[in-house]
């Protein structure tokens, strides 16, 4: 069963930076493009950044300048880089990613898989 883990949120100081990690793991036998949402206290979730299988890289106009996305394809991971953060970018980041499944009888299923989400607090 293929499942996605984040990891590296936290509680920081306005101005401070943060990695945000995720995972994959399960039977996979490729992914496609991986991304990160977050999703505030009242508010809808919402696209931070999009990273295709070949590193191209996309980004909402909210995070453009102080969020990096980057992804290790021998690790199946995704990264957040978030500098210079900000109270605003106080959410639960949630990783996404398009994977396909290998299954029995070499059958593979595609699918968009979501993590738990990991919590980001920016205090002023």
């Known amino acids: 069963q293929v499942q996605l883990v984040e990891s590296g949120g936290g509680l920081v100081q306005a101005g401070g930076s943060l990695r945000l990690s995720c995972a994959a793991s399960?039977?996979?036998?490729?992914?496609?493009?991986m991304g990160w949402y977050r999703q505030a206290p009242g508010k809808q979730r919402e696209l931070v950044a999009v990273?295709?299988?070949?590193?191209?890289?996309n980004y909402a106009d909210s995070a453009k300048g102080r969020f990096t996305i980057s992804r290790d394809n021998a690790k199946n991971s995704v990264y957040l880089q978030i500098d210079s953060l900000k109270p605003e970018d106080t959410a639960v980041y949630y990783c996404?990613?398009?994977?396909?499944?290998?299954?029995?009888?070499?059958?593979?299923?595609?699918?968009?898989?979501w993590g738990q989400g990991t919590q980001v607090t920016v205090s002023s």
């Open positions: 990273i295709s299988s070949g590193g191209d890289t």
């Open positions: 996404n990613a398009g994977i396909w499944e290998s299954r029995a009888w070499g059958r593979r299923h595609f699918d968009s898989y």
């Open positions: 399960g039977n996979i036998f490729s992914i496609n493009a």
